[in-house]
Structure formats: C-alpha cells, structure tokens
C-alpha cells in the first residue's frame, strides 16, 4: 500500500479564524480539545516510519485548529520528523499569526533550517476583504501580498491554497484573476478546491452554510476546460489532480476526497495527538492504530 501524504494533526481545536465553513466542526473531535495536547511521541514516529516505508515524500503539519498558535510544538513535530527524512514538509496555516509577528522570524527560521519546505496559506479571494469576510469578520485581515514576501525572504516554497466559494470565487473570470494575483506576488504554487462537506457532519449549521454556499458542478468543468486550454498539463497527481502551468504559474485543480476504496493508494495517513492514527477525517472508525 502506497501512502501519498503523512498528516500532523497539530495544536488543538483553537482557531483564531472564523470560517463559516470550517470542517473541523463537521468531523469527529477523536480527542482533540481547545488547550495544546500532549503528543504521544512514540506514536508519532510509528506513523512516521509507516508512511515513510509506505514510499510516502511529503509530510504536512495541519490542524483542527490553526497549528500556529502553538508555534513552539510546531517546532518539536519537525525535529521529529527530521530522522524520517520527508523530502517535501509542509504547514497548512491561515497566516494571521505569522503575519502579525507573534510567529517570530526566529521560528520562521528554525523551521526553515529544520526542512519546512512550504507554507500553504488557506484563502478564498485576491481581494482582502473578501478574505476577511471569511476568516477576520471579528478583526482586520492580514496584508497577503506583505506575507507572501515575507515567507519567500525566508526562502519558503508559498502555496495559495484557495477554496471556492459560492459568491467568491465562483467564475473562470474571478479564477483567472486569481491566478494573476499569484503570479504579481510571485507564488510558487496555487490550489484550487471546492468547498466541501463531509458526508455525515457533527455541526448542522456549518454544513448547512456549507451545502448553501458550494459552487456548481459546471463550474469545475468550464475551469478545468480553460486551464487545459490556456495552460500546459505537467503533472497528474495520484489522487486525481492535474497541476498545469498557465503562462508559468503554477496552477492545481484538486478536492478534499480522502478515501478511495478501491485504490491501492492510501491518500493519507492522519496522526492525533493522542497517539491515534487514522486514514479519514470524517470516520473514527477508519483508524490503523
């Protein structure tokens, strides 16, 4: 069984973000509450030397929360990684504390120098009011641009990792001006997914706002026809996406589905802090440990 991404779950379910989408609400806590947790280290490196023996390249520090609120375990997760040797390490963040600096260049660094490859930020817009909208309506939004130089001084790989949003972006015209933002402020990868929910959610609201606001079928087609039109296909990942460069941005069309039952390929295996390690968000059950 070939394993494609090794998932940290990080930190704990405090966010300093207000998304009206949030899936963590919508899957099962499996033990994770709203102070930092103590890590089940021994457990830790099992599901690191599965993945790793699993063939698996790139491991990706996430969250039910934002895994930047507890900047200093974020620290001790890559020094254990680093034995594993993941050639591709990432942080999946919403940005906010880095850039307002309570996430000090002196982490920015130490991660760096631990093999912190790339930083994917969660957006939903180019413009930042519609970003605040989503993630600050409590408090102003960061300035995107100013981060993403900030993490590229630093030498930081910077992914947008962009949801779509019924009444954000929800047309191939807001995706193309999306990925001219990209290429003005020289990001290195962007992503795009629709918005998505769970099968079977723990918040009916959230799921509700959710169902509410997901984009149209079509609309993945028509965008993926022009990406295939304007753009040149360089790689076809396993779990179904295609990364394309337009016009030498790097552009990815991909979605949330993490199981395929009938793959060879386990897309992820999902460490808790707990010690539990799972292969699904939304199934307690589909746990290997």
């Given amino acids: ?33 709203t102070k930092e947790p103590a890590v089940n280290w021994r457990n ?21 929360g934002e895994p930047t609120i507890f900047p200093e375990q ?13 050639p591709i390490s990432e942080l999946q963040t919403n940005g906010l504390l880095i850039a307002d600096g309570r996430v000090t ?9 631990l ?16 970003n605040k909208s989503i993630y600050t309506p409590h408090r102003e939004y960061q300035d ?11 030498n930081f790989t910077v992914r947008l990792a962009t949801v779509l949003v019924k009444g954000y972006l929800d047309s191939v015209d807001e995706m193309k001006k999306m990925i001219d933002f990209a290429t003005a402020n020289g990001v290195d990868q962007l992503t795009f997914r629709p918005v998505t929910k769970p099968d079977k ?17 079509q609309l993945l087609v028509d965008c993926n026809a022009y990406l295939k039109e304007n753009g040149s296909e360089i790689l076809e990942l396993a779990h179904g996406a295609t990364v394309y460069d337009v016009n030498g941005q790097n552009v990815c069309m991909t979605n949330c589905l993490t199981i395929q039952p009938k ?23 589909a746990r290997l440990f």
């Avoid at 993945?51 to 520090?61: E, F, L, N």
Wanted: charged share 20%.
């Fill in 74 to 86: 974020v620290t001790r997760f890559l020094e254990e990684l680093e034995p594993f040797k993941f």
């Fill in 44 to 64: 830790f490196r099992k599901a690191a030397q599965l993945a790793r023996d699993g063939g698996c390249s790139t491991a990706m520090i996430t969250s039910k």
């Fill in 201 to 217: 959610s723990e918040n009916e609201s959230i799921y509700k706002w959710t169902a509410a606001h997901a984009i149209e079928d």
């Fill in 1 to 33: 069984m070939k394993v494609l991404t090794f998932s940290i779950v990080a930190g704990s379910l405090a966010c300093n973000a207000k998304c009206p989408f949030c899936v963590a609400p919508m899957t099962p806590a499996n033990g994770i509450g």
């Fill in 263 to 285: 793959s060879e390929e386990m897309r992820q295996i999902i460490f808790y802090p707990d010690g539990s390690v799972r292969y699904a968000w939304q199934f307690s059950g």
């Fill in 144 to 154: 995107l641009p100013a981060l993403i130089a900030k993490l590229k001084k630093f």
């Fill in 115 to 130: 093999g912190l490859t790339t930083i994917a930020i969660s957006v939903v817009h180019y413009e930042r009011s519609k």
């Fill in 105 to 113: 260049d002196v982490h920015l660094q130490k991660w760096y120098d």
